[in-house]
């Protein structure tokens, strides 16, 4: 069993930064993607960013050149630093881990808001 918990949301002003944590335990394969995943409300869950466990990295291109995504593989854990943030920012955000199947974290709310 994998579970993931995640911390660091919040509210935020437009231009405020935010760091999302997101660490795993149980079973976990070494080779494996973590990532982010959000959804608004009334919207689809859409990718922000990935990344392997040999640090490739996707970003959406709403979010390039603002977020960074980090992982600490020792820990199993995965970062998400979100600069330069935007209104429509503003959702849930999701951490997964992809090896043998999906296992998501319980989400945790960013709201950017002045």
């Known amino acids: 069993q994998v579970q993931l918990v995640e911390s660091g949301g919040g509210l935020v002003q437009p231009g405020g930064s935010l760091r999302l944590s997101c660490a795993a335990s149980g079973s976990i394969f070494s080779m494996n993607v973590m990532g982010w995943y959000r959804q608004a409300p009334g919207r689809q869950r859409n990718v922000v960013a990935t990344i392997t466990s040999g640090g490739r990295i996707t970003y959406a291109d709403s979010v390039k050149g603002r977020f960074t995504i980090s992982r600490d593989n020792a820990k199993n854990t995965v970062y998400l630093q979100m600069n330069s943030l935007k209104p429509s920012d503003t959702a849930v955000y999701y951490c997964?881990?992809?090896?043998?199947?999906?296992?998501w974290g319980q989400g945790t709310q960013v709201t950017v808001s002045s």
């Open positions: 997964v881990l992809r090896d043998r199947t999906d296992y």
